[in-house]
């Protein structure tokens, strides 16, 4: 009884942090945050993670890396001793989806966009990495599914080719709680995985889809950061359309990825306040924006090549048909 006097005493303030040694003898420090109601947030050395506890059990978003997932479980068993019922994978980056396999010893069924348990099949039958087959999702989505679990209303939905292909958000509805997954960086440069189908544009246009869901009261958990706000998406919607502009003016003057990569005035307010001191340098996030300029930009110039080859092709039959009527 004491101790769970200690223990919701320690929640007023909303955090709770818990230490652990790996096998590899590394520190693992874990810190879990209260966001809003029955809406926590555990951040570690990986992606973000965030948790529903309720009546109904325990509802997971992310896993950090499979090395951690043992502190994760136990910091869990802090505040419920209930299962995780079920968790969902916003993407399929390592850092998210580590403890899958573990999680789902326990019973827990693994929830993801289509596209994330085919990037990690894919992984699999490569063996690029060891990863169990256990670490594939169950149950797989195209564009959104609903969950009716812990008194509220589970929204997933699918953001196409932001931070990869198979990025999804989570939405509690009642709680008025968003996990935007990677999407969303609070503060800092974001990764965009243009290999396995992200895009800058796609980050600004599922930014813009969460805005039109979460209103001016909604707290955020995002891929990486602290708990956002609004306001917080807003300010990383702004400072990526500013970039993407500044980085497409000069790719169309014909400036090289390493010329532009070293264009600080190009970044130079977020700088200011601190973006590019996450794991993503100023240079790097330059340089991804430059790559994914230069992906749009080819398609473009493509299509046009086709149009005009296309425009060739009928100007010559109706040259041809206007000789054989002379004929």
Do not use: W
């Not at 869901?213 to 609004?230: L, R």
């Amino acid at each position: 009884m004491f101790s769970k006097l200690i223990l919701n005493t320690a929640f007023l303030f909303f955090v709770l942090t818990a230490f652990a040694q790996t096998d590899t003898g590394k520190k693992v420090s874990t810190k879990l945050i209260k966001v809003n109601n029955k809406i926590y947030m555990l951040q570690g050395n990986g992606g973000n993670i965030g948790l529903s506890f309720g009546n109904d059990g325990i509802f997971m978003i992310d896993d950090q890396f499979a090395e951690d997932i043992e502190q994760i479980q136990n910091d869990i068993k802090e505040v419920s001793d209930k299962p995780v019922r079920f968790l969902v994978n916003t993407h399929f980056h390592g850092d998210h989806i580590g403890g899958n396999a573990a999680m789902a010893q326990t019973g827990t069924v693994i929830f993801s966009q289509e596209n994330v348990r085919n990037r990690i099949q894919e992984m699999i039958r490569k063996e690029t990495k060891k990863i169990p087959q256990e670490a594939l999702p169950l149950v797989t989505f195209s564009e959104d599914l609903t969950f009716h679990f812990n008194g509220e209303k589970i929204y997933v939905f699918h953001i196409h080719n932001a931070h990869t292909d198979g990025d999804a958000m989570v939405y509690f509805t009642n709680s008025n709680v968003l996990h935007t997954g990677d999407v969303f960086f609070n503060g800092k440069y974001p990764f965009i995985d243009i290999d396995n189908g992200g895009s800058l544009i796609g980050c600004i246009e599922g930014l813009e889809k969460a805005r039109l869901i979460i209103n001016e009261d909604t707290k955020i958990i995002p891929g990486h950061g602290n708990v956002g706000t609004y306001k917080d998406l807003i300010k990383t919607m702004d400072m990526l359309s500013t970039v993407y502009k500044r980085v497409y003016a000069n790719y169309i003057k014909e400036k090289t990825e390493d010329e532009v990569a070293k264009m600080t005035d190009i970044t130079k307010e977020y700088d200011d306040e601190g973006y590019g001191a996450g794991f993503i340098s100023t240079e790097a996030f330059l340089r991804m924006i430059y790559k994914s300029v230069a992906l749009e930009r080819k398609s473009i110039e493509n299509n046009a090549e086709k149009n005009s080859q296309a425009r060739e092709k009928v100007e010559k039959m109706i040259k041809e048909h206007e000789q054989k009527e002379k004929n």
